[in-house]
């Protein structure tokens, strides 16, 4: 319970923090996102003029008559926000998989807001009950996505609460043996083998989580 309390505290924290954060760079964050929003739309024959960025919406021009777009964004803010606190407030996560890990969750949050703004604005032009359907269906999908990515990029944020205290490990210490090792993922793998006694071992995967899975010594790494 102390454990998701503080987690809960971080979450609160950082949410507060990205807030702010967005209160500041959300226009040019959005303007960006617009951007990258046109290369679809040309492709697909919308004849984009430009675009501007108003409170909380995208304002898409086109040269074609009739098929300028107004496209509300709220998704977006709160879609990076949540995730980023999320992935800031999970704990423990080596800084390596922290950075790739939350990279990877913005990525893919830019790729389905890419898609839905792009889809909205094109089944808009061509049929508004298509553009209603889309909505309908993709808003909470767009609500939950930043949830469903933290799940499946940092496991530990779910599941982590009931794991081995990260103050029992200490760096070049074998968490099997309590030997101090230079390398410790290469003597557990030659003193104590891959197996569930080793390798695989609840400690061993917990020692290679909080202090980062490869090293020097890692095999199949040079």
Known sequence: MKRLSLF??????FSFCF????LVVGEYTLWALGKVVLVPLKVFGYQPTG?????KAIHFFSALPGRSRVCDVELTPVGVIVFLSLAFATAPVSVRR???STLLGLLLLLGFHVVYLSLRVLLFSASPGSQ?????????AGILLPVVLWILLFPTGLFGF??????QFRRNVCPVCGTRKDDVVTHIVQAHGRGKKG???????RYMELFGEAGPGRPGKA
């Not at 807030?19 to 967005?22: C, H, I, L, R």
């Not at 390798?199 to 995967?205: D, Q, V």
């Open 19 to 22: 807030f702010v954060v967005w």
């Open 162 to 167: 009931g794991k081995m205290p990260a103050t």
């Open 8 to 13: 809960l505290l971080k979450l609160l924290l």
């Open 199 to 205: 390798l695989k071992s609840k400690a061993s995967r």
């Open 132 to 140: 209603t359907l889309l909505v309908r269906f993709l808003a909470p």
């Open 98 to 100: 922290r950075v790739k």
């Open 51 to 55: 675009l501007e960025v108003e409170a």
